[in-house]
């Protein structure tokens, strides 16, 4: 067991904008260190767990916060605070080892999800998988500790994730409805409080069963345009042509107060 100076603690535990600030010429992958002033109130709203300042939950939180910033935001392996480089490792559902350089050219998106019925990592880059779960959860999609099973070096931690699902996933239709997951991470650190590894484990078919759910958007535009009816077929349109040649050409129509025509065409000839 690690014993946690917590009057001294490093600054990859501390809070998460504390790192931010402190961070100086680093390679950021969009030019800027990142904005999490919105992420940072939604979680003061909506977190269910306020861990006490320097306890261990509230230690890991930070250590997993700034690893997640750097696992979006910095393509420089030498600028990361949260791992050691050259041993780093991460897996989820007992899959591949992925190593850090892995995580920085796919994003945590591809690694963490894989091949699926919904999602196709292999058909993903870092750029389209981030644009898709943005666009899917506009207003972010928050993370927390939930409890802390074992102090380090071997961390067990069960965690929560969840976010409004208020655009469209792909081509299905948002619901609206908030969606969370809840999972177990084994995190095995060094003496100080670096990520040697990282395990997951989480339902990820349930998650996208949930992003899924409220059908394709095509379908329904499809169905807005015809008005919810039937089209006709091409054998009834080519009949309705034949059966065209046989009646005689209207001339001058008018709109009236005359019953309706009991012509079974009547409705293709107007």
């Known amino acids: ?13 501390r809070d ?5 600030q402190s961070s100086q010429n680093v390679k950021w992958r969009y030019g ?8 940072t109130e939604n979680l003061a709203k909506e977190s269910n767990y306020n861990h006490p300042e320097k306890s261990l939950e509230s230690i890991v939180q930070n250590l997993v916060r700034t690893f997640d910033v750097e696992a979006n935001f910095k393509t420089n392996p030498q600028d990361w605070l949260t791992v050691v480089q050259d041993k780093f490792r991460m897996s989820t559902n007992g899959g591949i080892d992925y190593q850090l350089q892995d995580l920085i050219d796919s994003g945590t998106y591809k690694l963490l999800i894989g091949n699926t019925q919904h999602y196709k990592a292999s058909e993903e880059s870092f750029e389209t998988s981030t644009n898709l779960f943005h666009t899917a959860f506009p207003e972010g999609f928050l993370w927390e500790v939930v409890e802390v099973y074992s102090p380090p070096p071997t961390i067990v931690v069960k965690w929560r994730h969840w976010g409004h ?5 792909k081509d299905y239709v948002s619901t609206g409805e908030t969606i969370e997951v809840i999972g177990i991470s084994i995190v095995k650190v060094s003496d100080d409080l670096k990520i040697l590894s990282l395990e997951h484990y989480y339902d ?6 949930s992003l899924t759910s409220g059908g394709k958007a095509i379908a329904e535009k499809q169905q807005k345009s015809s008005g919810g009816t039937q089209t006709s077929n091409p054998l009834q349109q080519k009949f309705m042509g034949f059966i065209k040649n046989f009646l005689p050409l209207k001339k001058n129509p008018k709109v009236s107060n005359s019953p309706v025509s009991r012509c079974p065409f009547a409705a293709f000839m107007q």
């Open 16 to 20: 998460r904008e504390e790192v931010l």
């Open 204 to 209: 990820n078919t349930k998650f996208l069963d």
């Open 165 to 169: 699902f208020l655009g469209d996933y």
């Open 32 to 39: 800027a260190a990142p904005d999490y002033t919105t992420s």
């Open 1 to 13: 067991m690690t014993q946690i100076n917590t009057d001294n603690l490093p600054l990859w535990v």
